[in-house]
């Protein structure tokens, strides 16, 4: 048999061999990608040189990294880690923003309930002589008539009789009046004072004017206190001159 005819390289012995190891590490890299050798097996296989001590010492410092070697006291008191280093400084704060807008206006609460009603405070006055002057007050719970003398160069003090003593006297009342009769002789008439209630009834005591010495007698011919009456009739709404009783 014949030999085979072979064709004579073109390229010379550096190229060949330069061409060759090209052809290696395409070899390889295929292999690499189909899974067949790992990178490290790979590597160990072009690996003809023993590692440096500088190689050692690498690998040495990266093996104290992964089990966790760790320095707490670091320089300038900072947490300090051989394998990351110095933690950074704290960064600047941030600036302050704009304050925001003022928020609408809220809506009117409820209205609250109705507080408890004031003391009833009344005045009333009359004066029908020259000798004498009369008043009524009505002071919170108590009603009272006074008198005082103006005869003299100066009017005098009043003189002041509780009525709120006196029999059936409403302790609801809430304004007063007072009116008088001049009927001549040591008896002026009657002085007629009045009170209305809360819930609006009218009640009526009387008084007698004492001129000799400018006094009320609110008692009857017994020295009793003339008691307070309801009066007849009581105001009511649509009346024309009637009422109740």
């Known amino acids: ?4 005819r072979r064709t004579t390289s073109a390229l010379g012995p550096l190229a060949r061999d330069r061409f060759k190891k090209a052809g290696m590490l395409a070899s390889l890299a ?3 990608a189909a899974g067949v050798v790992s990178p490290a097996t790979a590597a160990a296989k072009n690996v003809t040189a023993r590692p440096t001590e500088k190689t050692e010492a690498l690998v040495q410092a990266g093996n104290e990294c992964n089990t966790g070697h760790h320095n707490p006291h670091g320089p300038n008191g900072h947490d300090w880690d051989e394998c990351r280093g110095a933690t950074g400084a704290t960064g600047a704060t941030g600036g302050t923003g704009a304050t925001g807008g003022t928020g609408a206006t809220g809506g009117t609460g409820a209205t609250g309930g109705t507080g408890p009603a004031g003391p009833c405070i009344d005045i009333d006055a009359t004066q029908d002589s020259d000798d004498f002057e009369l008043r009524a007050v009505l002071d919170g719970e108590d009603t009272y008539a006074g008198i005082r003398d103006l005869t003299g160069a100066t009017p005098g003090p009043y003189r002041w009789t509780d009525l ?5 006297y409403p302790e609801d009342a809430c304004a007063v009046s007072i009116a008088q009769h001049s009927l001549g002789g040591t008896v002026e008439g009657d002085v007629r004072i009045n009170v209305v209630t809360t819930e609006g009834v009218i009640w009526e005591t009387s008084c007698q004017v004492v001129t000799s ?3 009320l007698n609110c008692n009857d011919a017994q020295g009793v206190p003339n008691p307070w009456v309801r009066v007849t009739l009581q105001p009511t709404p649509g009346t024309i001159n009637g009422g109740n009783p």
């Open 30 to 32: 295929l292999v690499l």
């Open 164 to 168: 709120s003593t006196h029999r059936d």
């Open 213 to 215: 010495d400018r006094t």
């Open 1 to 4: 048999m014949s030999p085979d």
